[in-house]
């Protein structure tokens, strides 16, 4: 073969090799930038919530109503929300859940308290266990809060689990101070979300 002739090959290889790795990344790169779904199963996901008082802990549960999160894992960006049913608060105790609906949380107003991430700080993993920092804003009594929370997620096959704690400062945030001259309760509760849901990719 002339040298002319290996010239022209080379340079047809060349070419094409080109065109094979610029295809390749243009096929990864979407594959990367797509986002992932969190489904969160309500039946199996539930809030807990402890108000330190006086003379004694109250503990109670809310309900959740549904959920979803799209993550995008290269950049963190995640959008979605989680949804509590803010009517189900119970505490075990009738008269004090009473109070609690009408003067604290207007629940008949604010049936909803809603929690949106925007972004999440560290790297998800989609097999095994991640210890992430969420950021979003809180949605309760009408109002919206940006908030942090670290977070456990544990994700096995197609199942996940989340789990996280926070405070939230219910008085600070405009709502009522449930204290009388008998009972006197913390100004901000302890919240514990468990989640379980399905992964989809």
Known sequence: MSYTCRRIVATYMLVGGTLLLATGLAVAAPLEASAVVFELDPARSHIEFTLSARLHTIHGTFRVKRGHLHLHPAS??????????????????HSRDRKMHKEVLASDRYPEIVFSPVQVQGRVALQGE??????????????SHPITTTAVV????????????????????GMKDPSTFILTVDKQVDITFKAVGRLIR
């Open 76 to 93: 963190g960006i995640v959008s979605g929300e989680c949804v509590v049913d803010a009517t189900s608060g119970n505490s075990g105790n």
């Open 154 to 173: 544990r994700v096995q096959g197609e199942t996940f689990t989340f789990s996280t704690h926070f405070l939230i400062p219910y008085v600070e945030w």
């Open 130 to 143: 991640s210890t992430i920092d969420v950021d979003g804003t809180f949605t309760i009594y009408g109002s």
